[in-house]
């Protein structure tokens, strides 16, 4: 599940579980959900546990990037293994959902 690490007004800093997939998505969905319904703007994810990440885990950080960005708000996805950081960048979502200043693994595998 997502753990919450820090709250402040409309900011949420939360941690991934390490496995965000089918099995997972529709719990981890549902919270983030709730946060951004009762106030959450600006979420912050920590995905340094993460060591799965399927299409349904990146159709939720989609989802919940869409619905902050319509209130003004924001999705920041930190702590990305290069692994994760490569299939951001061919997915196009690199610099949308991670810091713009996040390293950068080219998805051939250089920096």
Not at 81 to 99: F, P, Q, W
């Amino acid at each position: 599940m997502l753990h919450v690490t820090d709250r402040a007004g409309d900011h949420v800093t939360a941690t991934l579980p390490e496995d965000v997939d089918l099995d997972t998505t529709p719990g981890l969905r549902a919270l983030g959900d709730r946060m951004i319904d009762e106030g959450c703007r600006h979420l912050t994810l920590d995905a340094s546990r993460v060591a799965v990440l399927d299409s349904t885990g990146i159709t939720a950080l989609i989802a919940w990037y869409q619905r902050l960005v319509a209130l003004d708000g924001s999705l920041t996805v930190t702590g990305l293994s290069e692994h994760l950081s490569a299939l951001l960048v061919r997915l196009g979502l690199h610099g949308v959902i991670t810091e713009p200043d996040a390293p950068v693994t080219d998805p051939a595998g250089g920096v």
